[in-house]
């Protein structure tokens, strides 16, 4: 199924304009808010490979300084004054005097990412609470210290996957 973006913010505009909205329909709004968010961020890659593209099937190359200068026009990349220990070491650069280019961030994709990786992780934590559960039902006293071992690593592995999703808006 594709939907547009068209759609996306047809749906948001008449949700909108309902007035009160369902839990459900809250849920709904968010998700076509965070994908216009999204939308939003692939526009700008799209058009920094469009460029690189232009350029390549012209003939033209893009040197260092080309690229840069395209990704900080299009706010794909921010220019920092060069710290080693912040940045790396870059051979022939001298703290505080280059500019030195950065990716920006792409908040709604981090978010994104971040689910992704929290959602395993907490199928890790889930597996291990079943683990826990079915060596309780064997009632086997070696199994305490597993059990134990198991239920430890779930907690660890929940406290994790909020960590990853907090991280991400950071």
């Keep these: 199924m594709t939907i547009t973006l068209q759609a996306v913010n047809e749906l ?11 839990i459900k329909e809250t849920k709904v709004m968010a998700l076509a808010k965070a994908y216009q968010q999204l939308a939003a961020e692939n526009v700008v890659r799209q058009e920094f490979i469009k460029i690189c593209f232009r350029a ?8 260092g300084s080309d690229i840069q200068e395209t ?13 080693p220990m912040l940045h790396g070491y870059i051979c022939g650069h001298e703290a505080g005097e280059d500019s ?29 609470r079943g683990v826990a559960e079915r060596l309780q039902k064997r009632n086997v006293a070696v199994a305490e210290r597993s059990i134990s071992f198991c239920l430890d690593s779930a907690e660890e592995a929940e ?3 909020k960590q990853l999703r907090e991280g991400a808006d950071k």
């Design 56 to 63: 390549a099937a012209d003939g033209a190359s893009l040197d």
């Design 71 to 83: 990704g900080e026009r299009l706010g794909l990349f921010g220019r920092e004054t060069y710290q």
């Design 12 to 22: 948001i505009a008449s949700l909108e304009s309902a007035g009160e909205l369902s």
């Design 100 to 128: 030195v280019y950065v990716m920006k961030s792409a908040p709604t994709t981090d978010r994104i990412v971040a689910e992704a990786e929290a959602r395993g992780v907490d199928k890790f934590a889930a597996e291990q």
């Design 159 to 161: 406290v994790f996957a």
